[in-house]
């Protein structure tokens, strides 16, 4: 009796190739993964940085009294954020600023795990 060569399955190097090729593919799509899971936590680190420090720019506009230079440390999500600020009367070009405004510039910096930074440059009023 003729035996059918669909009944016979896969040979060893066969199996072997398939193997080797689902494999390959995989190793793409989990480095892919990987770089898309680094990237976003970047992102999300850096809106909460750009938030921490507009929300510094926020309390100087409700203040009644004129801004101050200083800085703080501001832990969210079990990350620290160090903020600091810096207040002039003068424009980048060196000009004077009208009487009761202030040119406020908050940097803040974090370490996760290579060094970040952001930085808002604002103008308020007391």
């Known amino acids: ?3 059918l060569a669909s009944n016979r399955g896969f ?3 066969e199996v072997l190739i398939a193997v080797a090729v689902f494999g390959i593919a995989a190793a ?3 480095s ?3 770089l898309n899971m680094a990237s976003n936590r970047i992102s999300k680190e850096t809106t909460v940085a ?3 420090a507009q929300s510094r720019i926020e309390q100087f506009r409700s203040s009644p ?3 101050t230079a200083s800085s703080d ?3 969210i999500d079990g990350l620290n954020y160090n903020r600091s600020w810096t207040v002039a009367t003068t424009d980048p070009t060196g000009a004077a600023l009208p009487s009761g405004v202030y ?5 803040v910096t974090w370490r996760e795990p290579q060094p970040e930074a952001v930085q808002l440059v604002s103008y308020v009023t007391n």
């Open 103 to 107: 040119r406020v510039t908050v940097s």
């Open 32 to 34: 892919i993964l990987l």
């Open 11 to 13: 040979s060893l190097p």
């Open 73 to 75: 440390t501001v832990a």
């Open 65 to 67: 009294t004129a801004p």
């Open 50 to 52: 750009s938030n921490v």
């Open 28 to 30: 793409g799509v989990s």
């Open 1 to 3: 009796m003729r035996r």
